[in-house]
Every structure is written in structure tokens, then in C-alpha cells.
């Protein structure tokens, strides 16, 4: 299915927007959408940043109790996340109900379909010229005095119906595709660790005699396999906090040695405080328990714990991939902040194969993770790609890019849709 373009356009005068159908209006925001301001009396339907997924306007429940005042919003008004406005959390309300912290809650005129609305606000073009006007530096936000000023296109009310239907047909749709590529990402996840798992409890050799290790997470185990407490053969310490001033976001020629938090790397420093070979876990967060390995120099900040081990015991990789099956996040202390402490990891049991077996081990498990990670990182790039269609689409719509005047709804299959762009055309 593809769409042309309108037959007829005209300089919006907007240098973002370029031409646009020459029927459509150009005004600004505050001329579509009414600021409420109004103060919530009760809470009965209460939404916050949290509850609002990035750029899809996707209503995410959640179980926080939200304090402080609220804005009062009735079925169709928007609610627009004014923090950070570059995260695009804009939502279109179908009940009352209160938007609780940094909020901008719009009420449509007359002449704006509300989902248009919507739809409008979370238009990529749209999101970028906002997030370039905000104020303050670390906790940006957008001010209605400046977002109100943004133009807005408006055609005609019943072709924004016409745009609005077209959209949520072909949102479904790429939606439906997402979610199902989204599932085939979690069950290769969940492929992968049954992979590690198994491999490094009970080996390669399926007719190996076993035996019960005594361990409940372990179960039987290979019978010449011994098992041990990580602590006679591994000691652990805490990393060290390090200055912002002191880490670059990206790696220089100045400043090339990795900072390895409870996540993985986030910058690069000049100076390390580890020697590799070494394994690092997160310690704090959701994520804690979180195994990264450190084969070469790097600073590890204090969210993480740096595992140093006996290396005629353990090949570092088996290691590695053993403290992954151990899933070390499942005994951490689950507070307001999860922590997990070193003495609790050198309290785990763990097998210890003869150092040849562990090389085995860690040989298939490169192989045939190589080819799970590869399948994953295909399937993220499709999701990539489908959610840079459905951006484009959007944006391709409530911009006048394509004319869809004449869609009549789904017929036939799942064709591709072909965008063809307006901008060049009248």
C-alpha cells in the first residue's frame, strides 16, 4: 500500500515543518489546546510520569502510591510530561482523574480531535523543536509560555478523523509485530540462560554419573565435579566512588580506560583500580548481581563489587557464566534499594569441574551463545526498525507528508506500507 502526496502545498513558514497541504491551518499551540490548571481535589485516578511509556502514549499501571497536589483532567484533555521533554510522555485521558508532578494537562478546542492531538504531540519533529527550548540544565523542562508558541497544523476536523483512523489502524498493526518480536527476544533470553545453566551444573557428557551436590539451586551434579564455597577460592571488595569531572562519555586518547558500574560501562577514565583478570557484579539497584567480566585495566565504581579468584580454580569465563546461572539478583536484599553484599556472594556453593572440563564448558557456551546473541541482535534491529516506521508514519501523517483522504480501512494482507514524502511537492 503506498500514499501520495497532496496535490497542492504551501510554505508553513516554519523551517521544522517545510510545506504543508495548502488547505491546513497553521497556528499555534495555545490556539488548539487550552492549559488546565485547575487543582485536584481527590485522588481517585491518579497518573504519574511513571504510568506513561515513551513516544507510544501507552498507559503503563503501576503500584506506586504517588504523593504531592495534582491537576485536575477530564476524558480527552492530553497530558504532556513537561520534564524532560525529549522522552515524548504524552498521554490522552478517557476518564477524570489527577495528573500528579510535571505535567502540562491540554484541553483540545473545538476545531482538534483529541487524538489527533495526541498524535500531534508525539510527532518526532514536534518533540525535537520543544526539547531545543527547554530551561534548566540537569532536570530540563518545557515552560507552556514556550510549548504553547510551537505551531501546530490543523486540517480540517473530519480529515483529522480520516488521519486518526488511518493511524490507528497501521499503530495496531506495527504494534502487534513489535510485541510479537518482543516475546522470540524474551524466549531467547530465557534459551540463553537455560543454556548457561545447564552447561555449567551438569556439563557436556549427558551419560556422566551424577550425584546430589546438597546445593538446592545445583541439584545433581557430574559425581567427580567437587563443590566448594566460593569464599576458600574467590574474595570480594566494593569499587571506588571516582569525580564526574574525572570520566568522558565516550573513549579518548586521553582518557581510554573503561568505568564499569553496576550496568556495564558508563565512561572512561585515566587511572584503574582493578587488577584483570577480574569479574564484576552489580551491587546495588534492580539490576544488582549483574556479571561483567574485566580481561584489561578499568576503574569499577562503588555500585559494583570486583570478584577476585583463584585462577588455578577457576577459568574466568566458567566463573562468569556460573555466578550468571546462579542469578545472583535472587538473594539480594530486597529493600527500596536491592543491594547484594560480597560476603553473601563468597557464601555461595558452587561445582568446580577439573580446569579442563571448565574449558570444554566455556568453549561450547561461546559457540553456541554466539549464535543466540546474533538471533537476538537481529530481532532488535527488526524492533528498531518497526518503531522507526511507526515514528515515521506519524510523523508523515500530521505533517501532510501523505494524503490519506482516501484510505478506506484494512483490505487483504499484511502489505508493507511505502511512505512517499510531500516535502518536495506544490
Same mark, same amino acid.
Given at each position: 500500500m503506498s500514499f501520495r502526496p497532496y496535490p497542492e502545498y504551501k510554505d508553513s513558514g516554519v523551517e521544522w515543518l517545510g510545506k504543508v497541504?495548502?488547505?491546513?491551518?497553521?497556528?499555534?499551540?495555545?490556539?488548539?489546546?487550552? =492549559?488546565?490548571?485547575? @487543582?485536584? #481535589?481527590t485522588k481517585d485516578n491518579p497518573i504519574a510520569l511513571e504510568n506513561i511509556e515513551s513516544w507510544s502514549a501507552r498507559y503503563l499501571p503501576t503500584d506506586a502510591d504517588f504523593s504531592g497536589e495534582g491537576t485536575s483532567f477530564g476524558a480527552g484533555d492530553v497530558l504532556f510530561g513537561k520534564l524532560r521533554p525529549y522522552l515524548a510522555k504524552?498521554? =490522552?485521558?478517557?476518564? @477524570?482523574? #489527577?495528573?500528579?508532578?510535571?505535567?502540562?494537562?491540554l484541553r483540545p478546542s473545538g476545531d482538534v480531535e483529541p487524538s489527533y492531538g495526541i498524535y500531534y504531540i508525539v510527532n518526532e519533529p514536534f518533540i525535537s523543536a520543544i526539547s531545543g527550548s527547554t530551561y534548566g540544565a540537569k532536570m530540563p523542562r518545557i515552560g507552556w509560555d514556550v510549548m504553547g508558541s510551537i505551531p501546530l497544523l490543523q486540517p480540517p476536523r473530519r480529515e483529522?478523523?480520516?488521519?486518526?483512523?488511518?493511524?490507528?489502524?497501521?499503530?495496531?498493526?506495527?504494534?502487534?509485530?513489535i510485541e510479537e518480536q518482543q516475546r522470540l527476544i524474551e524466549l531467547l533470553k530465557e534459551k540463553r540462560q537455560a543454556v548457561i545453566s545447564h552447561a555449567v551444573t551438569k556439563g557436556l557428557d549427558p551419560d556422566v554419573p551424577m550425584k546430589d551436590s546438597g546445593v538446592e539451586w545445583l541439584g545433581k551434579v557430574p559425581a567427580h565435579w567437587e563443590i566448594m564455597s566460593l569464599k576458600w577460592r574467590a574474595s570480594s571488595r566494593s569499587g571506588d566512588g571516582i569525580e564526574a569531572k574525572e570520566v568522558e562519555s565516550v573513549k579518548t586518547s586521553e582518557r581510554g580506560i573503561p568505568v564499569i558500574g553496576g550496568n556495564g560501562i558508563n565512561g572512561y577514565t585515566k587511572k584503574s583500580n582493578i587488577n584483570p583478570p577480574a569479574l564484576i557484579l552489580g551491587r546495588v539497584g534492580a539490576l544488582c548481581g549483574n556479571v561483567h567480566l574485566a580481561d584489561c585495566p578499568a576503574w569499577v565504581t562503588d555500585n559494583?563489587?570486583?570478584?577476585?579468584?583463584?585462577?588455578?580454580?577457576?577459568?574466568i569465563h566458567y566463573l562468569g557464566y556460573l555466578l550468571e546461572a546462579r542469578d545472583l539478583n535472587d538473594i539480594a536484599d530486597k529493600t527500596a534499594q536491592p543491594l547484594i553484599t560480597g560476603s553473601k556472594v563468597r557464601s555461595q556453593a558452587v561445582p568446580v569441574p577439573p580446569e579442563d572440563e571448565q574449558k570444554k564448558i566455556v568453549s561450547r557456551l561461546h559457540e553456541v551463545l554466539f549464535e543466540i546473541d546474533?538471533?537476538?541482535?537481529?530481532?532488535r534491529k527488526l524492533v528498531g526498525l518497526l518503531k522507526e516506521r511507526r515514528s515515521a508514519l506519524i510523523s508523515a501523517a500530521v505533517t501532510g507528508k501523505i494524503d490519506v483522504r482516501s484510505w478506506e480501512g484494512p483490505e487483504g494482507g499484511m502489505d508493507e506500507m511505502t511512505v512517499k514524502s510531500g516535502a518536495d511537492a506544490g
Open positions: 497541504p495548502a488547505h491546513w491551518r497553521v497556528k499555534r499551540l495555545k490556539y488548539g489546546f487550552r =492549559l488546565v490548571t485547575e @487543582r485536584a #481535589e504524552a498521554y =490522552l485521558a478517557n476518564s @477524570r482523574g #489527577e495528573a500528579i508532578g510535571d505535567f502540562h494537562v483529522q478523523r480520516k488521519i486518526c483512523s488511518f493511524l490507528d489502524h497501521e499503530i495496531a498493526r506495527t504494534d502487534a509485530l559494583a563489587l570486583i570478584i577476585e579468584f583463584d585462577s588455578d580454580a577457576f577459568d546474533a538471533m537476538r541482535g537481529q530481532v
